[in-house]
Each structure stands twice: as C-alpha cells, then as structure tokens.
C-alpha cells in the first residue's frame, strides 16, 4: 500500500472551486445557457420540421459544392435516407443540430488560440501541453465540470463537446500559419501589407488546407463526444444508444450504431472534399504565381 501519509487530496479544492464559480458567476452561465439556446433551438426545430426530402436535398447541395461531385452527393444523400430508413431521422436531426453548433463554436475559439500560438513561442511552450493534456483526458470527464456549471440538457453537451473537439482546430491552425512559405512573407512585407493584412490575405488563406484539416478532425471528435453525452441528458442518436445498453437491446444498438456511422461518412466526405479542393486551388494559384 502506498504511504497516506504522501497522498495529497485534489477533490476538495475543485470541488471548492467549482461552487465558488457557480455561486459568484451564475449569472454569467445562464446567459451563456440561454445565447446557446437561442441559436441550437431554432436549427433543430427547422432540422426536425423541414420535409425529410428537404434536408436530403439540402445535404446532397452542399457536398457539391464542397466536392463538385454528383456522384459523392448521391451517395451521400443515400446515406442521409439510409437514417430515416432505419427509423431515426428526428433523433438524426436532433444530433445534427448539436453537432453544427458544437463544431461551429469550436472553430471560432480555436482559429485565434491557433492564431496565437503560431505567433508566440513562449504561448506555444504553455500551450502544448495543455492541448496534450485536453486530448489526453478520458472523455467522460468532461461530463463532469459541464454538468456541474450548467445542468443537466443540451447546453453542458455542447460545452463539452467544444473543449474535446477544439484541440484538433488549434493545432493544425498553428501547423499551417507555422509552415507558410517565408518567401511570400517577405514578398508580402515587401509590398508594404501591415501585419494583419498579411494574416488574412495570405497566411490564413495558404494554411487554409491544415485548417480544413483540423475541422475535419474536430467535427469527428465532437460527433464522438455528442454521443457520449447523451449520459448528461442530450438527445438524439447518442441517447438511442445509450438505451439500448441499459435495456440489452443489441438491435436499437445496432441501429443507432449504422445510422451514427452514417452521418460521421457524410460530415467526413463534405470536410474532407472541400479541403481538397481548396488544397488543389491554391496550389494551381501557387503554379500560376
């Protein structure tokens, strides 16, 4: 047995830590509570109202215009019919809804945090480590701190789901600005642009192949993470699978299980196909230049 008399205590201050947020910021909280409401809300109830054929079409338009293949938006749209075919399209849209907002605030927060660690060396040293540690982390703990500050629903769902997916949206922003050419820096500098003309007309848009990259993974973590939040109270497909451990139902399962799978294929393809494609424009503009 190791010696208690080296053992240190860590719940406690937490624990301590974590009421003295509630008690003193509160208020803060339900505004955050009710700004993430105001806009999961409205997308999920057109998600769930819409014609099913509606949305099917509307997926199969925006894989085209991120692949500019019919093919891939076929089968695509195949596979968004293939979660109504199995009896879940509402818990699919409810999903959806909670994975477009998740993924959206993600890469809002990890785009200037990414932004920052590219520019400082001395950020970057802090930073790592606690990217490591965030992705490192088994993903029900942070269930914890998120149910603690804002209950129990969707709301701690999407916060916890942003803090697991953003780590992916911070790196591969700093891999990309890290990497951009130095030559066309020093040309951009040449030509007089200011530093942020710099960042938004030609770093930002060389990186933009890593950043898609980083969404990519992001929107593949949070899809991850959305379902184990259905442990806290979100519903949807995660919840589907969830009741299909707790009554031994291998089918609901299964299905829950094929129709996730479903919508990871058609997130991944749309993400992936446009990052291809803005990776294949900029190096047709790199040639030309």
Known sequence: MFPDSFTVSIAAPINAFVDWLVITYGDAFE??????????????????????WYVIILIGLV?????????????????????GVLGLWDE????????????T?????????????????????????ILDAMQTLPSFVYLIPA???FGLGKVPAIIATVIYAV??????????????DREVLEAADA??????????????PLALPSIMTG?????MLALSMVVIASMIGNRGLGQEVLLGINTLDVGRGAAAGLAIVAMAIVLDRTTQSYARRVQVTHGRVGNDA
């Open 92 to 103: 699919a849209m409810q999903t959806l809804a909670l994975m477009l907002v998740s993924t």
């Open 105 to 129: 605030v993600a890469v809002i927060l990890g785009l200037p945090f990414g932004i920052l660690l590219s520019r400082s060396h001395r950020t970057r040293l802090v930073g790592l480590p």
């Open 63 to 83: 894989t085209y215009g991120a692949s500019r293949r019919w093919t891939l938006s076929v089968g695509l749209m195949a596979l968004s019919f293939l979660m």
């Open 147 to 149: 149910l603690m500050l």
């Open 167 to 180: 780590p992916p949206v911070i790196r591969l922003t700093d891999l990309g600005l890290r990497h951009v």
């Open 31 to 52: 505004k955050i509570t009710g700004g993430m409401l105001s806009v999961l809300i409205p997308l999920e109830n057109f998600l769930r109202t819409a014609p099913w």
């Open 215 to 219: 969404i990519n993974q992001a929107t």
């Open 191 to 204: 030509f007089g642009a200011t530093p942020l003309q710099r960042l938004w007309k030609v770093e930002l």
